[in-house]
C-alpha cells in the first residue's frame, strides 16, 4: 500500500520509524539508538534505510534536513 500512498502524495511510517527517525536527528551514533530502543544496530539502520526510500533521501544528513524544513513550516 505505500505505493498506492506515494501516487497520492502521502506515504505511511510505523510508530518505530518516527521514533528512529526522531533519534536519528540527534547527533548520536547508530549504536546509541540501538541501545536507547532495544534493538539491533543492523535494525536501525534497515529502518533508516526504509524511512530514506519512502522520503527519496539517502543520508542522515538529508533526514536531518527534512525534518528541520518541515518542523519549521
Known amino acids: ?3 498506492y500512498t506515494q501516487r497520492k502524495g502521502t506515504l505511511l511510517y510505523t510508530r ?3 521514533d528512529i527517525a526522531i ?3 540527534d547527533p548520536i551514533s547508530y ?3 540501538a541501545k536507547r530502543r532495544y534493538v539491533s544496530t543492523g535494525r536501525v539502520k534497515n529502518i533508516l534505510q526504509n524511512i530514506y526510500n519512502k522520503l527519496g533521501i539517502s ?3 538529508e533526514l536531518r534536513q527534512y525534518v528541520v ?3 519549521t513550516k
Request: net charge negative; glycine share 0%.
Open 1 to 3: 500500500h505505500n505505493t
Open 31 to 33: 549504536r546509541e539508538i
Open 23 to 25: 533519534l536519528a536527528d
Open 16 to 18: 518505530k520509524e518516527l
Open 59 to 61: 543520508s542522515r544528513d
Open 69 to 71: 524544513w518541515n518542523t
